[in-house]
């Protein structure tokens, strides 16, 4: 099915905090607003709007209504939610626009992961087939991975560290990233284990934050942005939920995803992943099929601030706002959930 | 065996209690409240652009999105109407603790826009209770106040300072005054 014409024509999204003194409604207020002002629209021409969070995150039930408070809802306005990233609210945005009848829509994702544990909440979340808690905390899991990639001769711990001195080093330029600077790689290397064998640094940080993205069809698009971040494609894949049923040292639905969004391996300029943990973006490098030459994460992705629930929604503003900025003519952004990258959302976006 | 044998039901259950710990500060607007509740005053948020007064104070106008700060402070009385109640006769789950019927009543506090939910309601008898009774706040001594249930979340805690809204006697409010903010 072709896509109608839909691009981002605004955007905004909050510093990454490891401790944010307000409340995630509170953080999302100022970002929506931004993002609304950025898009040079009134409210109350938003026709759909959809959000991303987690409960479990936010530590009461039902916390995602009030996040709806932010998004201006009285009078009562057409809105949806989905326990997941603010990625996926942008995918289901991005279907209801394809209805034809409404011209502009609005996503977020927001979490606030500093009030808990994130290894003690994240495995309470429950598996999907039989509602009993997945048992395995992200760490753990991401260091099994990273062992599978070492013993498959795939990639070195080097290779690790490299990624992520690369990430700092790209992120010293993002004012909104919480771990930035160079960093030496042999001085990486010398850190000790903190699961092996993962090191601190390859793991990504502790951070509250939001994120929103405004999105127009067709003329609306043109008449409110200059040069819009058009989205050529999206699609959203999944691997079992079960790591172990599936080869854990690539991501097939991202190979998917990747495919039935349009992405022919043809040039890219920039590439935004949401690699949480350094191995990850060695597998999505080779599973979206990134060729050289390609800008990757240059907001210093996920490890230079991850605040889990807007974190892919952030890769879709940094890979957008290349395109709407103009240095970019073609830029490809990945958002992930569930267990070790076993979901996986590829958005393709080109300006005009 | 069928699958919905007795038997095999069993099989299939998992008792599985968790326990999560989240450690959060208060956001300013909170902390605010609760060092003002400690000293048995209450205060709201008055919006600058729709002049509905916030009790406790959101630190936003969830009708205007904008953001209110410490310059849209407002007192509001301790005393109210009451817009709405329900009387509970608590089942034993898991956590319950109460045994007798009790009250979860909603209180509009003169100069708030917003009602604070779950009070008690004391000075009559639970049968005779009805929306538009004028109540008051029983404080609970200054040594005695615990705000460690106000979270973040904005759910409860406040009786653990306040210990119930007793009814006053005065006449009632009319409808009119209170029908905007039921909850």
Known sequence: MPARDIAIIGYAQTPSQRDAIQSEVQLLVGTITDAVTMAG?????????????????TGGPFAFVSNLEAAGSWPPISESHVEADGAFALYEAWMRLQEGDIDIALAFGSGKSSPSNPAEVWAQQLDP???????????SLAAIQARALLDAGRATERDFAEVVARSRAQAASNPNAQLSGAVDVDALLAAPYHTAPLRRHDLPPISDGAAAVIMAR??????????????????????????????????????????KAGYDGGPLDVAEVCATFSPQEIILREALGLPEGTQINPSGGPLAG??????????????AARI???SADRALAHATAGPLLQQNLVCLMEGE | MSTDSPARKEEMVMEHLVSLTYRERLT???????DRILEGELIGHRCPSCSRVYVPPKGYCPLCVV????????????????TGFTIITPVAYYGQQATDPFVYASVLLDGASTPVGGQDITGVAHGRIHTGMRVRAVWRPPAERRVEGITNRGWGGLDAVIESFEVTGEPDASPEDYKEHLF
């Open chain 1, 129 to 139: 087939y039989y509602l009993a808690p997945l048992g395995a905390d992200p760490v």
């Open chain 1, 218 to 259: 067709g003329d609306k698009a043109r008449e409110l942005c200059s040069r819009p971040a058009w989205i050529r494609g999206m699609d959203h894949r999944i691997d079992p939920h079960q790591p172990g049923v599936r080869d854990i040292t690539t991501a097939r639905s991202a190979t998917t995803a990747a495919k």
């Open chain 1, 324 to 326: 709407i900025g103009g």
């Open chain 1, 306 to 319: 991850n605040p889990v629930m807007a974190v892919g929604l952030v890769r879709v503003i940094e890979a």
């Open chain 1, 41 to 57: 629209i009134e409210r109350r021409e938003i026709g759909f709007t959809c959000a991303g969070s987690c409960d479990y995150l």
């Open chain 2, 67 to 82: 953001t209110t700060s410490a310059e849209d402070e407002v007192k509001v009385s301790d005393r109210g109407i009451l």
């Open chain 2, 28 to 34: 300013p607007n909170l902390n605010r409240f609760v």
